[in-house]
Protein backbone atom coordinates (compact mmCIF):
# COMPACT_ATOMS: atom_id res chain seq x y z
CA UNK A 1 0.00 0.00 0.00
CA UNK A 2 1.83 3.02 -1.52
CA UNK A 3 0.83 5.87 0.97
CA UNK A 4 3.18 8.65 -0.99
CA UNK A 5 2.18 9.11 -4.14
CA UNK A 6 3.30 11.48 -6.77
CA UNK A 7 0.53 10.53 -9.60
CA UNK A 8 3.12 12.78 -12.29
CA UNK A 9 5.65 10.84 -13.69
CA UNK A 10 7.23 13.50 -15.85
CA UNK A 11 7.78 17.15 -16.13
CA UNK A 12 8.45 19.61 -18.47
CA UNK A 13 9.29 23.30 -17.91
CA UNK A 14 11.01 25.79 -19.77
CA UNK A 15 14.22 27.15 -18.47
CA UNK A 16 12.97 30.23 -16.14
CA UNK A 17 9.96 29.66 -15.59
CA UNK A 18 8.51 27.48 -12.51
CA UNK A 19 8.33 23.63 -12.08
CA UNK A 20 5.29 22.49 -9.35
CA UNK A 21 5.82 19.29 -8.14
CA UNK A 22 3.08 17.89 -6.35
CA UNK A 23 2.81 14.96 -3.31
CA UNK A 24 -0.01 13.20 -1.59
CA UNK A 25 -0.14 11.24 1.46
CA UNK A 26 -2.31 9.26 3.03
CA UNK A 27 -1.08 8.71 6.47
CA UNK A 28 -1.98 10.97 9.05
CA UNK A 29 0.79 10.15 11.34
CA UNK A 30 3.23 11.47 9.21
CA UNK A 31 4.93 14.44 10.45
CA UNK A 32 8.00 15.23 8.27
CA UNK A 33 8.38 15.62 4.55
CA UNK A 34 11.06 15.76 2.40
CA UNK A 35 12.16 16.45 -1.20
CA UNK A 36 14.94 14.24 -2.98
CA UNK A 37 16.65 15.37 -6.21
CA UNK A 38 17.92 12.33 -8.02
CA UNK A 39 20.41 12.54 -11.39
CA UNK A 40 21.23 9.15 -13.42
CA UNK A 41 23.72 6.84 -11.71
CA UNK A 42 23.68 9.01 -8.78
CA UNK A 43 22.04 8.29 -5.31
CA UNK A 44 18.75 10.94 -4.07
CA UNK A 45 20.44 13.91 -2.54
CA UNK A 46 18.14 16.10 0.24
CA UNK A 47 16.88 19.03 -1.21
CA UNK A 48 14.25 20.48 0.87
CA UNK A 49 12.07 19.52 4.06
CA UNK A 50 9.12 20.60 6.18
CA UNK A 51 7.54 19.64 9.31
CA UNK A 52 3.91 19.17 9.99
CA UNK A 53 4.24 22.49 12.23
CA UNK A 54 4.96 24.59 9.26
CA UNK A 55 3.05 25.12 5.78
CA UNK A 56 5.85 26.43 4.31
CA UNK A 57 9.67 26.36 3.65
CA UNK A 58 12.29 28.01 2.08
CA UNK A 59 15.55 27.90 0.43
CA UNK A 60 16.73 30.05 -2.19
CA UNK A 61 14.91 28.93 -5.62
CA UNK A 62 13.24 25.59 -4.05
CA UNK A 63 9.75 25.88 -1.53
CA UNK A 64 7.79 23.51 -0.42
CA UNK A 65 4.12 24.17 0.53
CA UNK A 66 2.39 21.45 2.74
CA UNK A 67 -1.39 21.47 3.65
CA UNK A 68 -2.43 18.70 5.86
CA UNK A 69 -5.98 19.00 5.48
CA UNK A 70 -5.97 17.88 2.14
CA UNK A 71 -2.46 15.98 3.00
CA UNK A 72 -0.86 17.36 -0.06
CA UNK A 73 2.82 19.14 -0.33
CA UNK A 74 4.28 20.39 -3.30
CA UNK A 75 8.09 21.73 -4.69
CA UNK A 76 8.20 25.25 -6.06
CA UNK A 77 11.20 25.59 -8.36
CA UNK A 78 11.12 29.00 -9.44
CA UNK A 79 13.56 29.99 -11.56
CA UNK A 80 13.61 26.69 -13.33
CA UNK A 81 17.55 26.16 -14.48
CA UNK A 82 18.92 23.36 -17.15
CA UNK A 83 20.39 21.92 -13.77
CA UNK A 84 17.21 21.27 -12.13
CA UNK A 85 16.75 18.42 -14.99
CA UNK A 86 16.44 15.11 -12.53
CA UNK A 87 13.87 13.06 -10.75
CA UNK A 88 12.50 14.16 -7.75
CA UNK A 89 10.93 12.05 -4.83
CA UNK A 90 8.86 12.65 -2.15
CA UNK A 91 9.45 11.10 1.12
CA UNK A 92 7.52 11.29 4.54
CA UNK A 93 8.43 9.92 7.95
CA UNK A 94 6.40 10.10 11.33
CA UNK A 95 7.16 10.84 14.75
CA UNK A 96 10.83 10.65 14.99
CA UNK A 97 10.87 7.21 12.91
CA UNK A 98 13.95 7.01 10.85
CA UNK A 99 12.46 4.98 8.09
CA UNK A 100 10.91 7.30 5.11
CA UNK A 101 8.25 6.28 2.80
CA UNK A 102 8.77 7.66 -0.65
CA UNK A 103 6.53 8.28 -3.63
CA UNK A 104 7.76 7.21 -7.24
CA UNK A 105 9.11 10.11 -8.13
CA UNK A 106 8.61 12.74 -11.13
CA UNK A 107 11.03 13.11 -13.98
CA UNK A 108 11.34 17.12 -14.60
CA UNK A 109 13.06 18.20 -17.30
CA UNK A 110 13.59 21.80 -17.85
CA UNK A 111 14.26 22.93 -21.64
CA UNK A 112 16.55 25.72 -22.92
CA UNK B 1 29.00 16.21 2.34
CA UNK B 2 28.86 12.90 3.64
CA UNK B 3 29.34 10.07 0.80
CA UNK B 4 28.05 6.50 0.49
CA UNK B 5 29.23 4.30 -2.36
CA UNK B 6 28.03 1.05 -3.29
CA UNK B 7 29.50 -1.71 -5.66
CA UNK B 8 28.91 -3.46 -7.74
CA UNK B 9 27.00 -0.79 -9.71
CA UNK B 10 25.22 -3.46 -11.99
CA UNK B 11 25.39 -7.30 -11.84
CA UNK B 12 24.38 -9.90 -13.81
CA UNK B 13 23.89 -13.65 -12.65
CA UNK B 14 22.23 -16.82 -13.17
CA UNK B 15 18.97 -17.81 -11.36
CA UNK B 16 20.26 -19.62 -8.66
CA UNK B 17 23.65 -17.98 -7.25
CA UNK B 18 23.65 -15.96 -4.66
CA UNK B 19 24.79 -12.06 -5.40
CA UNK B 20 26.39 -9.87 -2.73
CA UNK B 21 25.93 -5.72 -2.73
CA UNK B 22 28.53 -3.56 -0.27
CA UNK B 23 27.11 -0.16 0.67
CA UNK B 24 29.67 1.85 2.32
CA UNK B 25 29.81 5.21 4.45
CA UNK B 26 33.03 6.80 3.08
CA UNK B 27 33.80 10.02 5.08
CA UNK B 28 31.47 9.37 7.93
CA UNK B 29 30.57 6.52 10.78
CA UNK B 30 27.25 5.18 9.86
CA UNK B 31 24.60 3.70 12.71
CA UNK B 32 21.82 2.66 10.78
CA UNK B 33 21.77 1.67 7.29
CA UNK B 34 18.68 1.46 5.02
CA UNK B 35 18.33 -1.03 1.96
CA UNK B 36 15.40 -0.06 -0.20
CA UNK B 37 14.44 -1.85 -3.78
CA UNK B 38 13.29 0.14 -6.71
CA UNK B 39 11.14 -1.44 -9.23
CA UNK B 40 10.26 0.48 -12.66
CA UNK B 41 8.28 3.40 -12.06
CA UNK B 42 7.56 2.62 -8.52
CA UNK B 43 9.00 4.21 -5.62
CA UNK B 44 11.75 3.25 -3.38
CA UNK B 45 10.45 0.52 -0.87
CA UNK B 46 12.44 0.17 2.46
CA UNK B 47 13.31 -3.68 2.39
CA UNK B 48 15.15 -3.73 6.31
CA UNK B 49 16.75 -1.40 8.30
CA UNK B 50 20.35 -2.48 10.04
CA UNK B 51 22.27 -1.48 12.51
CA UNK B 52 25.76 -2.14 13.59
CA UNK B 53 26.19 -4.94 15.30
CA UNK B 54 22.71 -6.61 15.93
CA UNK B 55 20.56 -8.03 13.14
CA UNK B 56 18.59 -6.49 10.98
CA UNK B 57 14.94 -5.76 11.15
CA UNK B 58 12.83 -6.20 8.14
CA UNK B 59 9.94 -4.66 6.77
CA UNK B 60 6.56 -6.99 6.36
CA UNK B 61 6.89 -8.88 3.20
CA UNK B 62 10.81 -8.89 2.92
CA UNK B 63 12.18 -12.61 3.29
CA UNK B 64 15.00 -12.37 5.98
CA UNK B 65 16.86 -16.11 4.71
CA UNK B 66 16.86 -14.41 1.40
CA UNK B 67 17.85 -11.03 1.72
CA UNK B 68 20.75 -11.45 4.31
CA UNK B 69 21.76 -8.60 5.54
CA UNK B 70 25.22 -7.53 7.88
CA UNK B 71 26.52 -4.50 9.13
CA UNK B 72 29.70 -6.00 10.37
CA UNK B 73 31.32 -2.13 11.08
CA UNK B 74 30.35 1.74 11.04
CA UNK B 75 31.39 1.94 7.60
CA UNK B 76 29.79 -1.36 5.81
CA UNK B 77 26.48 -2.80 5.29
CA UNK B 78 26.22 -5.90 3.02
CA UNK B 79 22.99 -6.95 1.88
CA UNK B 80 23.22 -10.68 -0.20
CA UNK B 81 20.59 -11.90 -2.47
CA UNK B 82 20.50 -15.75 -2.01
CA UNK B 83 19.65 -18.49 -4.68
CA UNK B 84 18.24 -15.03 -7.03
CA UNK B 85 15.58 -15.63 -9.02
CA UNK B 86 14.50 -13.33 -12.07
CA UNK B 87 11.79 -11.94 -9.85
CA UNK B 88 14.33 -10.61 -7.99
CA UNK B 89 15.85 -8.21 -10.79
CA UNK B 90 15.49 -4.92 -9.11
CA UNK B 91 17.29 -1.61 -8.29
CA UNK B 92 18.56 -2.31 -5.01
CA UNK B 93 20.01 1.38 -2.92
CA UNK B 94 21.30 1.43 0.51
CA UNK B 95 21.48 4.60 2.74
CA UNK B 96 23.46 5.25 5.56
CA UNK B 97 22.67 7.60 8.49
CA UNK B 98 25.15 9.81 10.52
CA UNK B 99 25.93 9.14 14.32
CA UNK B 100 23.12 11.38 16.81
CA UNK B 101 21.54 12.38 13.07
CA UNK B 102 19.06 10.72 11.38
CA UNK B 103 19.36 12.28 7.64
CA UNK B 104 20.04 10.08 5.33
CA UNK B 105 22.68 9.56 2.64
CA UNK B 106 22.16 7.42 -0.39
CA UNK B 107 24.18 5.29 -2.60
CA UNK B 108 24.12 5.35 -6.02
CA UNK B 109 22.30 1.97 -6.07
CA UNK B 110 23.08 -1.49 -7.70
CA UNK B 111 21.10 -2.31 -10.46
CA UNK B 112 20.37 -6.53 -10.51
CA UNK B 113 19.65 -8.67 -13.14
CA UNK B 114 19.06 -12.26 -13.00
CA UNK B 115 18.32 -14.44 -16.13
Known amino acids: DQQVKQNSPSLSVQEGRISILNCDYT??????FLWYKKYPAEGPTFLIS?????DKNEDGRFTVFLNKSAKHLSLHIVPSQPGDSAVYFC???????????FGAGTTVTVRA | GAVVSQHPSRVICKSGTSVKIECRSL??????MFWYRQFPKQSLMLMAT?????????EQGVEKDKFLINHASLTLSTLTVTSAHPEDSSFYIC???????????FGPGTRLTVL
Open chain 2, 27 to 32: DFQATT
Open chain 1, 50 to 54: ISSIK
Open chain 1, 27 to 32: NSMFDY
Open chain 2, 50 to 58: SNEGSKATY
Open chain 2, 95 to 105: SASLILDNEQF
Open chain 1, 91 to 101: AASRGGDYKLS
